[in-house]
């Protein structure tokens, strides 16, 4: 009897791992001069576009982050003006700014966080004790205070002296004017105008604020250009703009390199392989070819997606390699993508002897039992019913005995199709599959 359970788990389990899905072809389309940035989502395709140039500086509006970016894209610019503050700010002029281009610090948006931008100065506030570059973290009020001055050089020549007054109650508050004072404004963007959103946009153009991404959850890619610190060799660099793909928070991407991109195997589920760097996917999938004044596409680099946490043992994992891209005439980039179900059904410690669900083959509204031979001194299993991309759709516990359990499930309610059950006990899971007829 032991050898037909380990003949039939066996053969389920093989099944599983020879699944194969679709790979679909997709594009976005950034328009001439990459005129846009495009979100975009990993299963149902585009999340939305917005005018790229549209923006000056954001500020972040998700968790307990202050991060302020600078539209370096766009061209705008940022210094920190050096031993100067706030309190500086009236009696700051043209005049201060002698040599500013040459001997000023200026500052760009973190290629690694979305939490750091450019008025962050490289800090995050949670691992800086509380400092987040453009202002103090104050325990008495929970505030964040402003104590940093900045000039901002914009794309019309302008420049305007700037410094972030605070953040308190949900609320960005900054003050801006012309190096000669004049036409001084009192900015605000409220996080709760941007609930759900990563950031909130300012123009200086307009003077208003701007609504301009879809909802967090909506999407774990955005294409279009973006500002880097380029390598020159040595101890320098160069703000460089270039196009390409970041990630949302919570998205960790791995980078594989492999000559069939079509079966590329994704790295194994951990930290040292999967980040969540922004900038993980980045830019280098291409290169321009000088012969051909067009661009070559990596025919070897491949990237692997998810949202899921480290603490999930089986991942929902996308794979994503690149097949074309237009340059600035139309912005057109292509890609493949496919989900691969692989990632939901490897056993992680539980033999296939001691699990076995029966009939593993059943009629809409029909229930299915689970025997297990306990092995451990728990008292109690874990049960996740699993769609094929990864999805938990229903869960229940199984309480044990110390030698042979079984469990009758009820009201599954399933639609037809390929589902996986995956039991989890002392944190060691198998899963198995089921077919609803």
Known sequence: MLRLLQIIAFTFLTLSLTL??????????????????????????FAGESDAQNWDIAFETSGMGGGIHVNGAKGVKVWLVPDKSVDDFNSFSAKDTLGMSDNWETHLNSEDTWTIGAFNLGRDGFETDGDYGWGSYQMATHYIVGDKLFVIKLTNNNYVKFYIESFSNGEYSFVYANLDGKEESLGKVTKKSFTGKNFGYFSFDKSETLDREPAAKDWQLVFGKYEINYPLGGDSFMPYVVTGVRQNKGVRVAKVTNENQDNAEPADWNSDNYFTKITTIGSDWKTFNMGTSSYDIS??????????????????????????????STGLIKFNKEVLPVSVIENDGLKIADVLIYPSIISIGDNFNITINNFSTTNQAHIDILSLD????????????????VFQTNNMNLSSGMYFVKITIDNKSSIEKLIVK
């Open 20 to 45: 194969k899905s679709e790979i679909i072809s997709d594009s976005v389309k950034l328009g001439k001069d990459y005129k846009l940035d495009v979100w975009y989502n990993i299963v149902s395709g």
């Open 299 to 328: 025919k070897d680099l491949v990237y692997f997606i998810s949202t899921d946490s480290l603490q999930n043992m089986h991942p929902q994992i996308y794979r994503l390699y690149f097949t074309e891209f237009s340059g600035s």
């Open 390 to 405: 990864g999805r938990i759709l229903q869960s229940m516990n199984m309480n044990l005995n110390s030698s042979l359990s």
